[in-house]
């Protein structure tokens, strides 16, 4: 069985708000630490049956790559949806509900 490794640094600054967030993984096929803005993190705990969320972002980060990170997320979550669940109609409305967001933010014309 293959392990593979997915790391996050985050530097903070003295209110302890992200300054710095760098991620690398085993398979990404980059080498080293790679910077980025934000990072939104989802874990299902099976047994509690409950989720833990992970929501970080830099001062550097601006609503407009906000509002494309969400839109992004949103369509992301219709496609991951359909291929767990076959699902059509919910991921077809998760779909709507991402193209409405987008309109609503400009990230859609």
């Not at 593979?4 to 991620?23: A, H, M």
């Not at 839109?71 to 709507?96: G, P, Q, V």
Request: proline share 1%.
């Amino acid at each position: 069985m293959k392990k593979s490794d997915i790391n996050f640094s985050i530097t903070l600054n003295e209110q302890k708000f992200p300054e710095r967030i760098q991620w690398k993984a085993d398979d990404s096929g980059i080498e080293g630490e790679k910077d980025c803005s934000a990072v939104m993190i989802s874990i299902w705990d099976g047994k509690d049956k409950s989720t833990l969320r992970i929501d970080l972002w830099t001062k550097e980060m601006m609503v407009e790559e906000m509002q494309h990170l969400f839109y992004e997320t949103f369509r992301s979550m219709a496609d991951t949806y359909l291929r767990a669940t076959n699902d059509t109609k919910a991921s077809e409305a998760i779909t709507a509900f991402a193209q409405q967001f987008g309109k609503i933010n400009g990230v859609v014309k």
